[in-house]
C-alpha cells in the first residue's frame, strides 16, 4: 500500500475520525485534503499530521527491523 491507502485505510477502520474531522484537527479545509489525497503524491508532513491525529506515528528504521504488532510498512504488499 501506499501512504495516502494507508491513511484512507486507517480512517475507515476509525470509528471516530472521518477524513475531514482529521483536516481540520491538522488546519486544512475539506477542499484541501481532499485534493491532498487525489494528488500523485502527498508531503511527509502532512502525512506524519494526519496519522498523529489517528494515533499512530510515521517512522524511518533499518530494513529488516523487528517492528511492533500492528506496525505497517509503506509500499509493502497488502
Given at each position: 500500500?501506499d501512504?495516502?491507502?494507508?491513511?484512507?485505510?486507517l480512517?475507515?477502520?476509525?470509528?471516530?475520525?472521518s477524513?475531514?474531522?482529521?483536516?481540520?484537527e491538522?488546519?486544512?479545509?475539506?477542499?484541501?485534503m481532499s485534493?491532498?489525497?487525489?494528488?500523485?503524491d502527498?508531503?511527509?508532513g502532512?502525512?506524519a499530521?494526519?496519522?498523529?491525529?489517528?494515533?499512530y506515528?510515521?517512522a524511518v528504521?533499518p530494513?529488516?527491523?523487528r517492528?511492533p504488532?500492528g506496525s505497517?510498512v509503506?509500499g509493502?504488499a497488502?
Amino acid at each position: 500500500m501506499d501512504i495516502k491507502q494507508i491513511m484512507r485505510a486507517l480512517t475507515e477502520e476509525s470509528p471516530v475520525w472521518s477524513q475531514n474531522k482529521v483536516a481540520g484537527e491538522i488546519g486544512l479545509t475539506p477542499q484541501n485534503m481532499s485534493q491532498k489525497m487525489r494528488s500523485s503524491d502527498i508531503r511527509v508532513g502532512v502525512a506524519a499530521a494526519y496519522l498523529d491525529v489517528l494515533g499512530y506515528e510515521l517512522a524511518v528504521v533499518p530494513k529488516r527491523s523487528r517492528l511492533p504488532q500492528g506496525s505497517i510498512v509503506v509500499g509493502e504488499a497488502e
